[in-house]
């Protein structure tokens, strides 16, 4: 009987039923106002995906490598946006604020995946561009559908290879009952703070797998940009210069907003999460001063 009645006190210490998000911190009195900007955002990018994904999947003439690279960066962008801002409506309308802890584990996990997923896309993309421009004569015979299909099932098993291991992480934490998350979504390292334990190993696998998958990616994707340049500016023709610089603006733009929200929310996480861990250590020392003097 006693083993049975102390079950559920241990597995709610561990994993715990449910999480409280709040949204944004110190703009709860603008949550209402916010949630306006979101929708529309999500709605657009909604019919705007959704859109592109029809056109391209009717029109013959665009079934050529660049729109089709298009296409997966749709998919998953509409996967990243339904992961996250449907519930972030719902908290930030104080419609529905709590979520259970597995679906707080599913919806950090997918919306991680979609998001690596998009950075590999549009490393892709970089590499078809470099080709298309650098090496025109041989594009045909390197940028196959099949390359491209390869690409698609390399973006997608290393999204999973690389967020797998989150999870076993995250449900090896203790939580002491801790349920109020200062987020309006759920991703790793919001999760992790939650936890009455070191997450040292959180930390730095979230940090070691930013730099081998975005940051990597963005370093790849500056190198190729970097020799496109160099063969646009070789051309003869002021205005084949202008029209190569043309057709690689809009997947530029697309990286700068990608990459720049993205990176500073990684960082600033990692920042307040090693904080943290110096002062759970510090702790650790403090509680065992006493039995050490004894």
Excluded at 112 to 122: D, G, M, P, Q, Y
Excluded at 277 to 291: D, H, I, L, S
Aim: charged share 15%.
């Amino acid at each position: 009987m006693s083993e049975g009645a102390t079950r559920p006190s241990n597995r709610s210490s561990f994993y715990p039923e449910s999480f409280i998000l709040v949204g944004i911190p110190g703009m709860e009195e603008y949550h209402t106002w916010l949630a306006v900007p979101f929708g529309l955002m999500y709605v657009v990018a909604l019919l705007g995906n959704a859109s592109l994904l029809f056109l391209i999947a009717t029109e013959r003439r665009l079934h050529q490598p660049m729109y089709l690279f298009l296409a997966m960066l749709a998919v998953a962008d509409l996967v990243l946006s339904s992961t996250t801002v449907p519930k972030t409506l719902g908290v930030l309308l104080a419609y529905s604020k709590e979520i259970s802890f597995a679906a707080c584990l599913a919806q950090m996990f997918f919306t991680h995946v979609s998001f690596i997923a998009e950075s590999t896309i549009l490393l892709a993309m970089a590499f078809d561009r470099y080709v298309a421009i650098c090496d025109p004569l041989r594009y045909a015979t390197i940028v196959t559908p099949v390359v491209i299909a390869k690409i698609g099932l390399a973006a997608l098993v290393r999204s999973f290879c690389v967020m797998v291991p989150t999870l076993f992480l995250l449900r090896r934490l203790p939580y002491c009952g801790r349920r109020v998350m200062p987020h309006s979504y759920c991703e790793h390292m919001g999760i992790a703070r939650m936890a009455c334990a070191d997450i040292a190993v959180n930390i730095w696998y979230g940090f070691t797998t930013t730099l081998l998958s975005p940051v990597l990616d963005l370093v790849l994707i500056t190198v190729s940009y970097s020799l496109i340049l160099r063969a646009v500016f070789r051309l003869p023709s002021k205005d084949a210069r202008l029209k190569t610089i043309g057709t690689c603006g809009s997947h530029l733009c697309v990286i700068l907003l990608f990459y720049t929200p993205a990176l500073f929310s990684f960082f600033a996480h990692r920042d307040e999460a090693l904080t943290i861990t110096v002062k759970f250590a510090e702790w650790v020392e403090v509680a065992q001063m006493p039995a050490a003097s004894q």
